[in-house]
């Protein structure tokens, strides 16, 4: 990642949900979207019983966009394997 300090994903997504389009409805009305689990100010997808899926808000970070970093940081945590591995890989950890 050349250098770059590793992010607190979490961190930065914890309570930024309320204004973005897709996660908002989800965070002000929890129990009408039975897929999803808010704990500790971060949104999860439900995938399966034991799986869940970080929910990314459509947020800046450093003058840019926070799901735009989390794909290059992946990129770079896999070597540069290319777009198919990356976007499994994301698919495993994130959602949006």
Known sequence: SGGR???????????KYTKDPLFGPVVN??????????KNDALYLKIQQDVRLLCIPDIMYNSRKVREIIIDEAHSLLAHLGSRKTLAYLRSHVWW
């Open 5 to 15: 300090a590793s992010m607190d994903l979490i961190g930065l997504v914890k309570g």
């Open 29 to 38: 009305s929890p129990k009408d979207f039975q897929n999803f689990e808010l």
